[in-house]
């Protein structure tokens, strides 16, 4: 017989380990295929194994205490759950239910008792504190802890208490300076640990714009507070993460002015997490389009241009996605991106992914022809020679042979360069199969050309 482990008995526990595994996996993922992975990676792969280890804790003393709660007498479960009821509390007919069951159809707008079927007087819920107490003594005797919310997770892995505290948590961030701060610190937190908690900004429309209340109204006297902004920005690439909320996040109004701003104004890592959070978002091709209109390829080439190590690989990853659609990589040309991508090439600069972006924006016609005139032909054939990376050359020598047919003007230059080393002759016997085919039809070109000239 197969071993029953901890998780197997519980549904909400199964799927919320399962949703930390995928995770962590991805972190892990991350980590070791990625050499450029920041620390931020690694704590948050930390914190992902440490939710995972508590979670196993907790069910491991839960599975001890199960079957008593299972057991419990009649009058201390809900009429509605049909569990151990955590918070009694009496409508105005005089049944006692637990609070958030009973909560649960008030806001729904149901105003008829479940038990009596009469017609609620009114809805103040009024606290049983007679059951509560016997409640408690009963769990006391049992080692059972009442208020443990491993007891009331719902199939989300989202206790009601953890559900309440969200929404305190949101309205501070429209009260005073001192509460922003803490709530917004804490929404940075709660988000990155739990997984779950980011799929509770889904549950209502007016969540993202009450977690970006601060930044969009509350210039203050010097600007935004750079702390601040930092933790609002970074609550949004947590949530960014999340599938069901990219369609969300990116449509929310607000949401991609103020990542904007951010690239603009904020911290290092602020712009950092800005870069990353547009990346994550234009995961969703709907979100790609609309990231574009908005003009955040601007301050995303600016911020490439302006060089900061900690902020280069989000930016250029960024960047990569959005161009992959034909509107985005016109955008892209317009801003500069042709420019400023050959200069960090030059000057050895993230080569592996500015590279693939390049290799992208060549198939838009203005980009190849500002790569002509801006020395790309030089700086690319300089990289082959230079690089032992297969998939460097390949992007090298296929942006070189889209140059060549578009530009007879710089055969010359790649004539010489072959002359001098034999780099594409090197490439058409050694390289992978579409660099061999991309520096075979260059050769081939080069070869007719010095043909037609003694011919003529």
């Known amino acids: 017989?197969?071993?029953?482990?901890?998780?197997?008995?519980?549904?909400?526990?199964?799927?919320?380990?399962?949703?930390?595994?995928?995770?962590?996996?991805?972190?892990?993922?991350?980590?070791?295929?990625?050499?450029?992975?920041?620390?931020?990676?690694?704590?948050?792969?930390?914190?992902?194994?440490?939710?995972?280890?508590?979670?196993k804790l907790k069910k491991r003393s839960l599975s001890l205490k199960l079957k008593d709660v299972l057991s419990c007498p009649e009058e201390f479960r809900c009429p509605l759950s049909k569990e151990l009821m955590r918070d009694p509390v009496i409508v105005?007919?005089?049944?006692?239910?637990?609070?958030?069951?009973?909560?649960?159809?008030?806001k729904a707008g149901n105003r008829i008792c479940p038990r009596t079927q009469q017609v609620l007087t009114h809805t103040i819920l009024t606290p049983n504190h007679l059951v509560r107490e016997m409640i408690s003594q009963w769990c006391k005797d049992r080692g059972i802890e009442l208020s443990d919310p491993v007891l009331l997770v719902n199939e989300d892995?989202?206790?009601?208490?953890?559900?309440?505290?969200?929404?305190?948590?949101?309205?501070?961030?429209?009260?005073?300076?001192?509460?922003?701060k803490e709530a917004a610190?804490?929404?940075r937190m709660l988000t990155k640990r739990m997984p779950s908690f980011r799929a509770l900004f889904s549950e209502s429309t007016h969540a993202i714009p009450q977690l970006?209340?601060?930044?969009?109204?509350?210039?203050?006297?010097?600007?935004?507070?750079?702390?601040?902004?930092?933790d609002v920005i970074t609550t949004l690439l947590n949530l960014s993460i999340h599938d069901n909320n990219k369609k969300l996040v990116a449509e929310t109004?607000?949401?991609?002015?103020?990542?904007?701003?951010?690239?603009?104004?904020?911290?290092?890592?602020?712009?950092?997490?800005?870069?990353?959070?547009?990346?994550?978002?234009?995961?969703?091709?709907?979100?790609?389009?609309?990231?574009?209109k908005s003009g955040a390829l601007r301050p995303l080439i600016a911020l490439l241009d302006e060089g900061h190590p900690l902020?280069?690989?989000?930016?250029?990853?960024?960047?990569?996605?959005?161009?992959?659609?034909?509107?985005?990589?016109?955008?892209?040309?317009?801003?500069?991106?042709?420019?400023?991508?050959?200069?960090?090439?030059?000057?050895?600069?993230?080569?592996?992914?500015?590279?693939?972006?390049?290799?992208?924006?060549?198939?838009?016609?203005?980009?190849?022809?500002?790569m002509g005139e801006l020395g790309g032909v030089s700086c690319l054939l300089r990289v082959i020679r230079e690089t032992n990376c297969g998939r460097n050359k390949e992007n090298c020598i296929a942006i070189l042979h889209t140059i060549c047919l578009n530009d007879r003007t710089k055969w010359r230059e790649i004539r010489e360069e072959e002359n001098a080393y034999g780099t594409i002759t090197e490439l058409a016997q050694n390289g992978t199969s579409r660099a061999k085919r991309k520096a075979s039809g260059i050769l081939d070109r080069l070869n007719r050309a010095v043909n037609l000239t003694h011919t003529a």
């Open 253 to 292: 109004p607000m949401v991609i002015p103020l990542l904007m701003e951010a690239l603009r104004s904020g911290t290092i890592q602020t712009r950092s997490n800005a870069a990353a959070a547009l990346f994550t978002l234009s995961a969703l091709d709907s979100n790609k389009a609309l990231i574009g």
């Open 92 to 106: 105005s007919t005089g049944e006692t239910y637990d609070r958030p069951f009973i909560q649960k159809g008030l």
């Open 157 to 180: 892995g989202i206790t009601e208490s953890d559900r309440d505290h969200f929404l305190s948590l949101l309205k501070k961030m429209s009260s005073t300076f001192p509460e922003q």
């Open 1 to 55: 017989m197969a071993k029953t482990g901890v998780f197997d008995s519980d549904p909400t526990a199964v799927a919320k380990a399962a949703e930390l595994k995928k995770e962590l996996q991805r972190l892990v993922k991350a980590i070791v295929d990625d050499e450029d992975f920041t620390t931020q990676t690694i704590d948050q792969a930390r914190d992902t194994l440490s939710a995972l280890k508590e979670l």
């Open 185 to 187: 610190k804490e929404l």
């Open 311 to 370: 902020v280069m690989k989000d930016v250029a990853s960024a960047i990569f996605n959005l161009c992959i659609t034909h509107e985005n990589k016109a955008r892209a040309v317009r801003e500069g991106a042709v420019k400023t991508i050959l200069k960090k090439i030059a000057n050895r600069v993230h080569v592996d992914e500015l590279l693939a972006i390049l290799a992208m924006l060549s198939s838009h016609p203005k980009a190849v022809e500002e």
């Open 212 to 230: 970006l209340s601060p930044l969009s109204e509350g210039k203050f006297e010097d600007g935004i507070h750079p702390e601040l902004q930092e």
